[in-house]
Nanobody, 121 residues
Framework: QVQLVESGGKLVQAGGSLRLSCAAS????????MGWFRQAPGKEREFLAT????????NYADSIKGRFTISRDNAKNTVYLQMNSLKPEDTAVYYC??????????????WGQGTQVTVSS
């Protein structure tokens, strides 16, 4: 089992920045690829970014490419999502997940409880 706890979500103005953190505990964090997803009310969970266990390979959704950056610190068992130039349409609950990686929800076995990000216009 891997337990994941997200933090860092809050209300921010459009154009602002936030850094989300996801702290992992339990089984060896560095064995897993990590991903960030988000879900807005009434919408399906949306892939944002993934990072390989080594941190050397990343992949991003087109909707956030160039604005968001995923990174991980295996020594701290933590993955991050740096979000810049935030837009009101970025408002959602943000989730981190651990698994084999990729863009599909089903490729991730463990999920955090989510953290709310609200971007005001």
């Amino acid at each position: 089992q891997v337990q994941l706890v997200e933090s860092g979500g809050k209300l921010v103005q459009a154009g602002g920045s936030l850094r989300l953190s996801c702290a992992a505990s339990g089984r060896t964090f560095s064995n897993y690829a990590m991903g960030w997803f988000r879900q807005a009310p009434g919408k399906e969970r949306e892939f944002l970014a993934t990072i390989a266990w080594s941190g050397g390979i990343t992949n991003y959704a087109d909707s956030i490419k160039g604005r968001f950056t995923i990174s991980r610190d295996n020594a701290k068992n933590t993955v991050y999502l740096q979000m810049n130039s935030l837009k009101p349409e970025d408002t959602a609950v943000y989730y981190c997940a651990a698994g084999v990686g990729g863009v599909y929800v089903r490729k991730y076995d463990y999920w955090g409880q989510g953290t709310q990000v609200t971007v005001s216009s």
